[in-house]
C-alpha cells in the first residue's frame, strides 16, 4: 500500500436507535467516538418485517388497481 493516502482506521462506538452500544473499526470520526444511528436493524422496517402498511391515495396503486380490476380474483 502506499503510505500517507489512506484514512486512518480507528475504534469508535456505534449508539443503536433503542440505547444499546458497540465498539467497531471505522474511519468515520476520531478514536473513541460515538455515532448515533437513527436507523437500525431494530427499527428499519427492511428488517423488521414491515409492520407498516402502505397507504396509497389515488396514487400509483390506485392507479394500477383501476386499470386491472377486471383481471383480479373474484370475491
Do not use: C
Not at 474511519?27 to 402502505?54: E, F, I, Q
Amino acid at each position: 500500500m502506499k503510505k500517507d493516502i489512506h484514512p486512518e482506521y480507528h475504534e469508535i462506538n456505534v449508539q443503536m436507535t433503542d440505547g444499546t452500544t458497540f465498539t467497531t473499526r471505522s474511519t468515520w470520526g476520531s478514536p473513541g467516538d460515538t455515532l448515533k444511528l437513527d436507523v437500525d436493524p431494530n427499527s428499519h422496517p427492511a428488517w423488521t418485517g414491515g409492520a407498516h402498511r402502505l397507504v396509497d391515495t389515488g396514487g400509483q396503486l390506485a392507479k394500477f388497481n383501476r386499470r386491472f380490476k377486471e383481471f383480479g380474483l373474484k370475491s
